[in-house]
């Protein structure tokens, strides 16, 4: 079973930038697919970013191409979601999950494996 614990969520300004980071434990993420996904109120889950457990197949969605990186430090067992340029409209809670066939979906329902989720807050 693998364990998620993100933070680094916060309050912003408009234009601003947060990491959120997602630690792993009781396996190793180079062996995982991870993802982000939001959910603003009322919403449905989002998806936000993606990369396979080697890390050469990525994704993105199209509203934050450009100004969202994710990354991961297999030596700390961690993954990144920098988010720069950040608007109103990327206000949500921000969960990381892991995807034990390491495909690195889009589909949240690949995913088996839940962090607690990060608010995020952009002000205006």
């Known amino acids: 079973q693998v364990q998620l614990v993100e933070s680094g969520g916060g309050l912003v300004q408009v234009g601003g930038s947060l990491r959120l980071s997602c630690a792993a434990s009781g396996r190793t993420i180079s062996s995982l697919g991870m993802g982000w996904f939001r959910q603003a109120p009322g919403k449905e889950r989002e998806f936000v970013a993606a990369f396979s457990w080697s890390g050469t197949s990525t994704a993105c969605a199209d509203s934050v191409k450009g100004r969202f990186t994710m990354s991961r430090d297999n030596a700390k067992n961690t993954a990144y979601l920098q988010m720069n340029s950040l608007k109103p409209e990327d206000t949500a809670v921000y969960y990381c999950?892991?995807?034990?066939w390491g495909s690195g979906s889009s589909n949240p329902y690949d995913y088996g494996n839940w962090g607690q989720g990060t608010q995020v807050t952009v002000s205006s």
């Open positions: 999950a892991a995807d034990s």
